[in-house]
């Protein structure tokens, strides 16, 4: 079993900053590319971060300059800090993981549960 428990969600006013938490458990061999999309009531899942083993990141333009995707290896935890919040920010925001399985070559993506976040003007 591969399990994605992210947190760190909230009501923030705009202008505010929120840092959310996933970390990945269970029966990992290697954890190749990580993120963080959200969706929006109504809306589509978006993309908005991504980060590499090797932590080469990826933003969406929407949130280039203001959130930063990290990670920590060792942790199997990925991260994402957000500053500068607007009210077009408030999502249910979901961690992804492409994971391999201990003792095995399978590989596929796992999703967090997801954490709203709401940002009041």
């Known amino acids: 079993q591969v399990q994605l428990v992210d947190s760190g969600g909230g009501l923030v006013q705009a202008g505010g900053s929120l840092r959310l938490s996933c970390v990945a458990s269970?029966?990992?061999?290697?954890?190749?590319?990580m993120g963080w999309y959200r969706q929006a009531p109504g809306k589509q899942r978006d993309l908005v971060a991504t980060?590499?083993?090797?932590?080469?990141?990826n933003y969406a333009d929407f949130v280039r300059g203001r959130f930063t995707i990290s990670r920590d290896n060792a942790k199997k935890t990925v991260y994402l800090q957000m500053n500068n919040l607007k009210p077009e920010d408030t999502a249910v925001y979901y961690c992804?993981?492409?994971?391999?399985?201990?003792?095995?070559?399978?590989?596929?993506?796992?999703w967090g549960q997801g954490t709203q976040v709401t940002v009041s003007s």
């Open positions: 269970g029966s990992i061999h290697s954890i190749n590319a």
């Open positions: 992804n993981a492409n994971i391999r399985r201990a003792g095995t070559w399978y590989v596929r993506d796992y």
């Open positions: 980060i590499t083993s090797d932590k080469s990141t």
